[in-house]
C-alpha cells in the first residue's frame, strides 16, 4: 500500500492571499491568522503576496488571475458573507464557491475557500480568531498541504 500525505512546510513556495475588504472586521482577521500560519510553517514574506478586492464575489476571477498566472503555488480566498434580510447572500455564496472552485480545477493550482458564509456577525466572529478558531488559519494549512501532495504526486509521476 501506498500513502502520500503533504507536508506542512511552506519552504521557498509563493502564496497569494485574496481578501475581500468588505466586512473587513471579520477579514482582517482571517487575513492575519493566514499570514501568521504561512510564517510559522517556514514561508518568508518574499512568499506571500496579499491582493485585497472589494467583496467576495470578486474573489474567484483575482483567484483565477493568480492560479493561472504561474508564479503562485497556491492561492487563499478569504471572506465573509453574512446574511442579512433578504437572499441576497445565497447568489453570493454559490457563484463565488463555484468560481473558487472552477479556478483550482482549471488551473491545477490549489485555490482554497476560507470565506465565511454566516448567519449572523457573532458567527462570524467566533470563525475569524474565536471559539470556532481562525478560518484563514484552516485554509492556509489545506493550501500548504495540497501544494505538497502536488508535489509529492509529481514525484512519484502520478
Do not use: W
Request: with cysteine; hydrophobic share 45%; charged share 15%.
Amino acid at each position: 500500500m501506498q500513502i502520500i500525505e503533504g507536508q506542512l512546510l511552506a519552504g521557498d513556495d509563493q502564496f497569494a492571499i485574496v481578501v475581500s475588504r468588505f466586512n473587513d472586521l471579520i477579514t482582517k482577521r482571517l487575513l492575519e491568522g493566514a499570514i501568521d500560519t504561512l510564517r510559522r510553517h517556514g514561508l518568508a514574506e518574499s512568499g506571500i503576496t496579499v491582493v485585497h478586492v472589494p467583496g467576495s464575489f470578486e474573489l474567484p476571477l483575482i483567484a483565477q488571475r493568480l492560479a493561472h498566472g504561474g508564479k503562485f503555488h497556491a492561492v487563499i480566498c478569504l471572506g465573509a458573507v453574512i446574511q442579512g434580510e433578504t437572499t441576497h447572500h445565497e447568489y453570493i455564496n454559490h457563484q463565488m464557491a463555484g468560481g473558487i472552485l472552477q479556478a483550482s480545477l482549471t488551473s491545477g493550482v490549489p485555490v482554497s475557500f476560507g470565506v465565511l458564509t454566516c448567519q449572523s456577525m457573532d458567527q462570524a466572529l467566533d470563525r475569524a480568531g474565536g471559539k470556532a478558531g481562525n478560518k484563514g488559519v484552516e485554509a492556509t494549512l489545506a493550501a500548504i498541504e495540497m501544494v505538497n501532495v502536488l508535489r509529492e504526486l509529481s514525484a512519484k509521476g502520478l
